[in-house]
Nanobody
Framework: QVQLVESGGGLVQAGGSLRLSCAAS????????LNWYRQAPGQQRELVAG???????NYADSVKGRFTISRDNANNTMYLQMNSLKPEDTAVYYC?????????????????WGQGTQVTVSS
């Protein structure tokens, strides 16, 4: 059973920094795209940043220049370094990954989500 577990959320003052981690566990053959999403109260879930298997990255306009996504393929872990945080960054942050694994019926790929970690930025 593949699982994604986030950590690193918390309460920080505006202008501060946090680093989120997302560790994948289970039988993992390969991981393609890794993404961070966030969802604020009453809002739709939005893509914050993504990183491909080649290391190419993309960011939401609202976080460009402040957030950095990275991945450690050897340890099946990805990170989101968040600097210059603003109150509008307050949300539950979720990691998401397309993972190839092995199940009872053989090799298959599926989309996995973590349970989310709360980030709160005070003004």
């Amino acid at each position: 059973q593949v699982q994604l577990v986030e950590s690193g959320g918390g309460l920080v003052q505006a202008g501060g920094s946090l680093r989120l981690s997302c560790a994948a566990s289970g039988i993992i053959v390969s991981i393609r795209t890794l993404n961070w999403y966030r969802q604020a109260p009453g809002q739709q879930r939005e893509l914050v940043a993504g990183i491909g298997s080649s290391g190419s990255t993309n960011y939401a306009d609202s976080v460009k220049g402040r957030f950095t996504i990275s991945r450690d393929n050897a340890n099946n872990t990805m990170y989101l370094q968040m600097n210059s945080l603003k109150p509008e960054d307050t949300a539950v942050y979720y990691c998401n990954a397309w993972i190839r694994t092995i199940g009872a019926k053989g090799l298959y790929a599926d989309d996995y989500w973590g349970q989310g970690t709360q980030v709160t930025v005070s003004s």
